[in-house]
Structures are given as structure tokens and as C-alpha cells.
């Protein structure tokens, strides 16, 4: 099945910072999830981007499917933003495949 | 419109006990999912129901099962609880499942001791 990469795993940043969090796959997906867990554990939508680049106040996200990776940009961090940030994509008969997960934790 | 909804939201059970969880989808999706979520294995995929019929299935044991009402409400059991069960078992809703876009409930937290 399809091999889901995200990277870095851990990030710690000052708050106001940007970041880049990257999801590599291993193979053609015809759509993309970002989510943010937050600390009680539920899955918020950030975005449902198969391609092309779309964004949502101080995020945005960028998915390039040809070369098989997305890229979640977060701008002028917040403590709020804080959390375990998730990509998925569908493959086979599984609706979502899951990546490990960018930690982020954000210091005032 | 409403969200997902998973009852409870915790629970703590006995080895050896069975366990019944609740999703209610968003009002118009017939896709639900259920996933499970622990520290070592990350978010797996355990089954998916689409009106009324399992449509898809992950690498889980017979233990767990699932069914989909009429209303689109799910329910999973997972019968004979082990240690390794503790978990976080999140389920997702959609319009039809595969390539469309998916969101979860909060989370049903289960502790086996």
C-alpha cells in the first residue's frame, strides 16, 4: 500500500514564526487531508487539497501530485496552533491512509 | 450543521469485557469510518460502512466488528477486550467514502485495565 512521509516530526517554535511541514507519498492520490489534533484528541479539517495550492487565513497548503508531496505552511505561529498536524490520503479500498504526524509546539 | 458525534467519550474496561461505540455522521453523509489511534501504530484504519454494508475493511482481528443503521448511525464492538486495545477510536463521515473529503468526531478514549 501507499507509504505516507511526513517530516519533521517534532518542531519547536517561537511564537510568531512560520514553518513548513512537509508530506511525502508513495504513489498517484487523487485527493489530500491536513488535520490538526488537538489536545483532546479530535481531528480538525485544515484542508482537502488533491492539488494546487489553497489558503485559510494563516494557513495554506500546497499539494503537488505529480511529485507526490504537500506542504503545510503556517504563518506568524500562535501557541493556539499547537498540536500534532496530519496528513492522509486515500489508497486501495482505505479511505484515508494516515502519516505519522508533525509534532508542533509553539512557545510564547 | 452538526458535527460527528461519538458517545462516549470515555471509557474504562475490564480484560476480557466487550465494549459498544457510537458515531452519528453529519445529517446527509452515508460514509462512516472507523480508525483507531495509539501511540505505537499511529492512526489505523478499521473499517468502513456505507449504507448499511461494510464496504471496506483493514487488518484488524474478528474482534471487532461494526454496523451501520438505516440513519447512517455507526456502531463498532469489539468483543473480548485486551490490554492492547486501549485506544483512541476516532470515526469519520462523508458523502461517499473513498476520494471524498472525510471529518471526524471527537474521539471515543478507551482504557482496558
Known amino acids: 500500500g501507499i507509504q505516507v512521509e511526513q517530516s519533521p516530526p517534532d518542531l519547536i517554535l517561537q511564537e510568531g514564526a512560520n514553518s513548513t511541514l512537509r508530506c511525502n507519498f508513495s504513489d498517484s492520490v487523487n485527493n489530500l487531508q491536513w488535520f490538526h489534533q488537538n489536545p483532546w484528541g479530535q481531528l480538525i479539517n485544515l484542508f482537502y487539497?488533491?492539488?494546487g495550492t489553497k489558503q485559510n487565513g494563516r494557513l495554506s497548503a500546497t499539494t503537488v501530485a505529480t511529485e507526490r508531496y504537500s506542504l503545510l505552511y503556517i504563518s506568524s505561529s500562535q501557541t493556539t496552533d499547537s498540536g500534532v498536524y496530519f496528513c492522509?490520503?486515500?489508497?486501495?479500498?482505505?479511505?484515508?491512509?494516515f502519516g505519522k504526524g508533525t509534532r508542533l509546539s509553539v512557545i510564547a | 450543521k452538526a458535527g460527528v458525534t461519538q458517545t462516549p467519550r470515555y471509557l474504562i474496561k475490564t480484560r476480557g469485557q466487550q465494549v459498544t461505540l457510537s458515531c452519528s455522521p453529519i445529517?446527509?453523509?452515508?460514509?462512516v469510518s472507523w480508525y483507531q489511534q495509539t501511540p505505537g501504530q499511529g492512526l489505523q484504519f478499521l473499517f468502513e460502512y456505507f449504507s448499511e454494508t461494510q464496504r471496506n475493511k483493514g487488518n484488524f482481528p474478528g474482534r471487532f466488528s461494526g454496523r451501520q443503521f438505516s440513519n447512517s448511525r455507526s456502531e463498532m464492538n469489539v468483543s473480548t477486550l485486551e490490554l492492547g486495545d486501549s485506544a483512541l477510536y476516532l470515526c469519520a463521515s462523508s458523502n461517499w467514502g473513498l476520494g471524498t473529503e472525510a471529518f471526524f468526531g471527537q474521539g471515543t478514549r478507551l482504557t482496558v485495565v
Open positions: 487539497i488533491p492539488s
Open positions: 445529517s446527509g453523509h452515508r460514509s
Open positions: 492522509a490520503v486515500p489508497s486501495g479500498n482505505t479511505p484515508l491512509v
